[in-house]
């Protein structure tokens, strides 16, 4: 598509449950990035894929989240066993070419009650 | 962690150029300075970007320091809805590949 998409906007889920964010790139755009906002806060990195392989999963905070994509297009961003404190705005990026910037989607509001 | 700070607010009349500062006196010769902006519960959005020189384009200028240790975002006639908060981001290439890290930002407030 022209943009990325983010499914679902708003997710309230409760503590303990598993909750899985998906995300959309720019078509044809083989990397892609997570990252998370807390109320506030600015933008954390989680993780970075290239086609379907993660060489950079260095911000993911704990083994509860994990992320997969396929067929280097649609990636998946999995929370099992939601905290509190997992309660964010979680924001996908596809980058641009060459040195031009990021197309971030419009984000999940993840809650977590 | 980030490697750019900011002031954490400033306020700008509608009107008039919106100034907004940014150190990074640790990036390296080959990184480059990213602005984004936040308005409120949207995704951040790609403002412009630098190396060496200073860069314009339709949404602002980007004045970049000789020594690269600091540069500034112009908005040269701020409206309101150039409120939102604004990112100086230096962008790093760990090895293959590149990533933003974002530090705390500045939140613009335009008045009328």
């Known amino acids: 598509g022209a943009g990325v998409s983010q499914s679902p906007s708003n997710k309230v889920t409760e503590k303990g449950k598993d909750v899985e964010l998906r995300c959309d790139p720019i078509s044809g755009h083989t990397a892609l990035y997570w990252y998370r906002q807390s109320l506030g806060q600015g933008l954390e990195f989680l993780i970075y894929?290239?086609?379907?392989?993660?060489?950079?999963k260095s911000g993911l905070p704990s083994d509860r989240f994990s992320a997969e994509r396929t067929g280097g297009s649609v990636s998946t961003l999995t929370i099992q066993r939601t905290q509190q404190e997992d309660s964010a705005v979680y924001l996908c990026?596809?980058?641009?070419?060459?040195?031009?910037?990021?197309?971030f989607g419009s984000g999940t509001r993840l809650t977590v009650v | 962690d980030a490697k750019t700070t900011q002031p954490p607010s400033m306020d700008c009349a509608e009107g008039r150029a919106a100034n907004l500062p940014c150190n990074h006196s640790?990036?390296?010769?080959?990184?480059?300075v990213y602005w984004y902006r936040q308005i409120h519960s949207q995704g951040p959005q790609y403002i412009i970007h630098?190396?060496?020189n200073n860069e314009t384009n339709e949404m602002a200028s980007l004045i970049i320091t000789e020594d690269r240790k600091s540069s500034t975002l112009i908005l040269p006639h701020a409206t309101l809805r150039d409120t939102a908060v604004y990112y100086c981001?230096?962008?790093?290439?760990?090895?293959?590949?590149?990533?933003?890290?974002f530090g705390a930002g500045t939140r613009l407030a335009v008045h009328p």
């Open positions: 640790t990036i390296s010769g080959n990184e480059y």
């Open positions: 630098g190396l060496k």
């Open positions: 894929f290239q086609g379907n392989s993660a060489p950079d």
């Open positions: 990026a596809s980058p641009g070419q060459g040195t031009y910037g990021y197309t």
């Open positions: 981001i230096v962008r790093v290439d760990p090895g293959g590949y590149n990533k933003l890290i």
